[in-house]
């Protein structure tokens, strides 16, 4: 499944890299949940409801690091499904 390091480094072969990205598909109810959202969100609403939660789950404002990387990981999701 890996290249042969070079210098320290592990690559995917182009197939499977490219199954990875084929494979992933946004979980669109779950994204929406973590940000607070019913489905019929639109792409502001989604921009919103992120910036509002991360003030309080941003690691520099004394929040969860990973808690912050779901957030941000869901926003992301989000943003694709909408």
Request: hydrophobic letters at 40%; glycine letters at 8%; aromatic letters at 10%.
């Given at each position: 499944m890996y290249h042969r390091p070079i210098?320290?480094?592990f690559?995917?072969?182009?197939?499977?890299a490219e199954?990875?990205?084929e494979s992933h598909e946004p979980d669109t109810p779950d994204c929406l949940?973590?940000?607070g959202l019913d489905r019929s969100a639109t792409e502001d609403d989604v921009r919103q409801?992120?910036?509002a939660r991360s003030?309080?789950?941003h690691p520099d404002h004394g929040g969860d690091p990973a808690a912050f990387r779901r957030l941000r990981?869901?926003?992301?999701?989000?943003?694709e499904a909408v």
């Open positions: 210098r320290g480094r690559y995917l072969h182009r197939e499977d199954a990875i990205v949940d973590t940000l409801a992120f910036r003030k309080k789950l990981g869901a926003y992301e999701d989000a943003l």
